[in-house]
């Protein structure tokens, strides 16, 4: 293959130490095999947009990033990605935002991202353009005479079609996915998704090998759900950092069973209705209460946006209320943390934890899933609580107990079911998701997507 030009929203160091998205996770791992350069938005303002490329070269991987003016940031990032697309792709029309502004911003920087990385490719290149906040990137790069082969990766779901249809821009959008010539999603259902409104909405006719055509332009259609890094992940958790994590974590946790979740605070994750579900099983389970406990681990992002800034107010209410209900002076129930720790250090928290509890109501994939699973102990693993409205089931459902979010009542029944779980079946459901997680990871992932480029 030739090289390779990756393009998201943004770039980010490699190695850097505190939290990170799974996106620039696996794109540094993917890009370390390939010569090629990484573009994206540098997470800078200036007073305004010069287009000037800063270059960066570390640990095998180019980058080449531009600044963005504060109105870019705030119509493009904030607006339409984290107010407008974001909910709506994650079924929450309740909290979208529809504003012409938003829409008017983006265009505006998919557009200035087009005008500055087109000097950039040449002829043979391949171009790989990554995530909702570039759907109409590949059309502006064909305006400008780009003729080389361009693909799409989707990191979350794709909305069914009558939700979708709330966007004002629904369908501009849509039809502009039909610039690239690949198109690519983590799952069956987001691309049966995608495929139900561009032929009810648009007209767009099926061709045989998931090719949809619209207009004389013609997509292919790929499922090619993202891995880790797991020969990484699970070097990572047996480091010295791990180590130690796993010894304190153990030491703190005082002979109890701890339970873990790792997740931007997000309100897709579902950690509100993750803590009723706990709170649930406290309740029907007074026995049990103090033979385990919650850490739930949940960097901020996305600060600057309202809804964001809700989900966090309602989370410390709720874990105080929890806490304040059931803790005793020797134990409390949930330790909740505002805070990004090192990967070395969260491995070896997986590594410690009996359940991994991974519960969002809605997620392209999670990798979180993946990474626990790839930290535990072959002798005595733990348990994962999955969500069956993750990404991630339709790999890990065999393994996994799969719950459904929405029920206290459910996950309350998982985490009693995980707790008793006998060490043979839990190393028989462990052994099949490690199985899965091994065979399709970041590289099996970029290679069944550029192969399916190459293809095309
Ligand atoms: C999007 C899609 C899809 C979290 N806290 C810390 C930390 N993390 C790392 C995790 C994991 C990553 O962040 C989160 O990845 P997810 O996949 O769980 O979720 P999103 O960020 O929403 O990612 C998602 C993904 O794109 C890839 O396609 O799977 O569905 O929403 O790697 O470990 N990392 C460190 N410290 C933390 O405290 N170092």
């Excluded at 800078?44 to 080449?64: H, K, W």
């Excluded at 003016?69 to 529809?98: C, K, M, S």
């Excluded at 519960?359 to 994939?365: F, I, K």
């Amino acid at each position: 293959m030739n090289r390779l030009i990756i393009i998201s929203n943004r770039v980010s160091a490699p190695n850097q130490s505190g939290a990170q998205g799974g996106l620039a996770v696996a794109l540094q791992a993917a890009l370390r095999e390939y010569r090629g350069i990484w573009f994206g938005w540098s997470g800078e303002t200036v007073e305004s947009f010069t287009g000037s490329i800063n270059f960066n070269r570390a640990e095998g991987v180019t980058t080449a990033t531009v600044d963005l003016e504060e109105q870019d940031v705030d119509e493009y990032y904030n607006g339409y990605a984290n107010r407008t697309l974001w909910p709506l792709f994650h079924y929450r029309i309740d909290i979208a935002e529809y504003e012409r502004g938003f829409a008017g911003g983006y265009q505006r920087v998919n557009d200035r991202f087009a005008d500055t990385v087109v000097p950039l490719i040449e002829p043979d290149d391949t171009v790989w353009v990554q995530d909702y906040h570039l759907f109409p990137l590949g059309d502006a790069l064909r305006q400008r005479g780009c003729r080389n082969k361009i693909g799409f990766f989707l990191h979350i779901p794709w909305p069914p079609r009558r939700l979708l249809a709330t966007l004002p821009e629904a369908a501009t959008l849509t039809r502009t996915l039909f610039a690239y010539d690949v198109v690519g999603f983590h799952t069956e259902e987001w691309l049966d998704s995608f495929r139900d409104y561009a032929r009810n909405e648009l007209g767009a006719v099926e061709e045989e090998g998931d090719v949809l055509c619209l207009d004389g332009r013609r997509v292919k259609l790929v499922v090619a759900p993202i891995g880790i890094d797991t020969a990484e992940f699970v070097a990572a958790a047996s480091s010295v950092p791990a180590r130690l994590a796993f010894r304190q974590m153990r030491q703190s946790a005082t002979g109890r069973d701890l339970m873990v979740g790792v997740d931007r605070l997000d309100y897709s994750k579902g950690l509100e209705e993750r803590f009723l579900g706990y709170e649930r099983f406290l309740n029907e389970y007074p026995e049990e209460r103090k033979e385990v406990f919650l850490l739930q681990i949940a960097p901020p992002s996305r600060g600057s946006v309202e809804s964001y800034q809700r989900i966090r107010t309602t989370l410390e209410g709720l874990a105080g209320r929890i806490n304040g209900a059931y803790a005793d002076v020797d134990w409390v129930p949930i330790r909740y943390v505002n805070q990004g720790y090192p990967r070395g250090v969260l491995a070896g928290i997986y590594r410690a934890a009996k359940i991994g509890l991974v519960t969002p109501l809605r997620d392209g994939m999670n990798l979180v899933a993946k990474e626990y699973v790839a930290a535990q102990d072959p002798a005595n693993p733990g348990v994962l609580i999955l969500s069956r409205f993750a990404g991630a089931a339709a790999q890990l459902g065999k393994g996994a107990v799969l719950v459904n979010p929405y029920s206290a009542e459910e996950m309350s029944d998982a985490i009693m079911l995980a707790l008793k779980m006998p060490l043979e079946e839990r190393q028989q459901r462990w052994q099949a998701m490690m199985e899965n997680v091994t065979a399709e990871d970041v590289l099996w992932w970029r290679q069944r997507f550029t192969d399916a480029l190459e293809e095309v």
